[in-house]
């Protein structure tokens, strides 16, 4: 008979017990339902409040936003008022938690009711966020790509998002890979060896030189069904026994029931044994890492390609994994959910960028709603509004008029939280999307070509330079829900910034007028600038009223005399 093991162990006694609302009241600068999203090198500011008589009060931080990021306990001191307050600084990006310990008489210490706080560091490469999206397979050898950075960089344009550029299969797209650590040879010279990086760390190089960050895409959730993964390890796919070779296919939801994608086999995560599990979320958290190295290499990001349709807990898991490998990596997911999941996902993902699909908001109406949603869910959800992505249209095809590209611009860079983008080929006025799957001679000249980067450049300026256009939550809509007309005032929380007003006409036909009240701005004299012109002139009162033509748009500057 085997001897039994005692497994009978002692709880530890923490000693602390969990307070009454009654007791205390936690304040978080800019936090809201126990979340609060800092840049890189903000400060978090916490502030407690004895609501109860205490006799010898006192306060500890808990939090891992620590050098080693381990949790540890912090003396909060008290100021003359009593009230107990802390400044943190945020030295690193990541997702940290907080909470804070108190206790009224000296002896007895509480935990704060409530789940621990969420932190958001935004790395600072994502600050003021310009991304242009180069496609592969429309720009020739990968020689030929530093000349698309170079101009990306005239732009004004501060990180560029790569395609992927691994070996592809049958179907020539480049989200279906056939090895996830080699490059496709289309990309390279002739005879040049595809396992081979030589040229992808020269065009690494170029952007470095050129102050350009890159961010480059992982596709967790699936393969190419040609990739050396279904040829060797079969075993690691989903199986479906409806297919012909037995191996489950990727594909998407929709009103209209599944879509399958033939050329995708879906990695199973969930294997049953646990051996083959291990060698599965290995050789992809490899694939995460090799080129995450990359993109942090530049002060880049990595994007999550259908996050949505990913296995969860790997997907944990390798964020996390990344964030510990590369603290000032960005991480930007496309994940289309609806809202509540979104929040839910979010707070277990170390996201600092999730995608916010514009494009899809044809009408003044439905633009201006989904601006407010996006202010009112951060930092819950911290959005990155595009004109257009690589799988959308073009704003001609989008919004019938290559000119509407002026208006819907300046209000995604301008009225977002301050992470805008475009795809290559808008910038110069394109007709038609560029296809990012297949072969393509190149992007198609366009008529209007250059007409639009003195715009795409100042812009760029203005969000680099005026923080008033990366805060949250300081949107008015001053329009009244004008029909064409979407016109917002952003009030700066910087002491001395300037205030913006940015106005911009979506009818591609006709000229629009409109009236504004400024009064949100406060009473005193002001003296408005146009941003774009450069014209100068006083403003006495609230009134101002302007016509747009067009496609119009004007940013105005308002800063008090």
Known sequence: MHARLDRRCRLPASGLQIGKESQVLMMVKGGRHGRVRLRQGDVLQIELQFKEKASAPAVRLYSNLTASGDFADLDVVADASGSFKIQVPTPQAGTFFFTLQYTMDGQQWFWMRGDLWQLLVFPKPLQALRLYTLIPTASGPMSQWKAVLQRAAELGFNMVHILPVTKQGYSESPYA????????????????DPASMKDFEELVDEARKLGLGLCLDLVLN??????????????????????????????????????????????????????????????????????????????????????????????????????????????????????????????????????????????????????????????????????????????????????????????????????????????????????????????????????????????HELLAQHSVFQQQGNVEFLDHGHVAIIAALRLSKQTGE?????????????????HLDLQSIGLGQYSLTDAFSAERWALDGHDLSCTLDACGFRVILIQKN
């Open 222 to 459: 699936h393969v190419a069904i040609d990739s050396e993964i279904v040829r060797l390890c079969p075993h690691w796919i989903h199986p479906d026994a409806i297919e012909d070779d037995g191996l489950k296919r990727n594909g998407f939801m929709n009103h209209d029931g599944f879509h399958k994608w033939n050329d995708l086999a879906l990695i199973n995560y969930q294997h049953p044994d646990p051996h083959v599990r291990r060698e599965i979320w290995e050789h992809m958290e490899n694939y995460a890492l090799f080129w995450g190295a990359y993109a942090a290499e530049t002060g880049g990001m990595i994007r999550l390609d259908n996050l949505h349709s990913t296995d969860p807990s790997f997907a944990m898991h390798v964020t996390h994994r990344l964030r510990r490998e590369y603290p000032g990596l960005g991480i930007l997911a496309e994940l289309f959910t609806h809202p509540e999941a979104t929040q839910k996902v979010l707070q277990h993902y170390e996201v600092d960028l999730l995608l916010a699909t514009t494009w899809e908001h044809h009408f003044s109406e439905e633009l201006r709603r989904y601006f407010r949603y996006i202010h009112e869910t951060v930092p819950m959800i911290p959005w990155f509004t595009p004109i257009n992505s690589h799988d959308s249209g073009v704003p001609a095809e989008e919004f019938a008029d290559v000119l509407a590209t002026r208006p819907r611009y300046i209000l995604c860079a301008l009225l977002g939280i301050g992470a805008t983008g475009l795809t290559q080929g808008v910038e110069d006025g394109i007709e038609e999307k560029v296809n990012f799957i297949g072969r393509n001679p190149g992007v198609p000249p366009a008529a209007n070509a250059s007409d639009f980067w003195p715009m795409i450049q100042r812009t």
């Open 498 to 514: 300037a205030h913006a007003l940015v106005i911009a006409n979506l009818d591609i036909h006709q000229p629009q007028s409109i």
């Open 177 to 192: 890979a056939t090895d996830l650590f080699a490059i496709e040879p289309d990309f390279l010279p002739a005879g040049a």
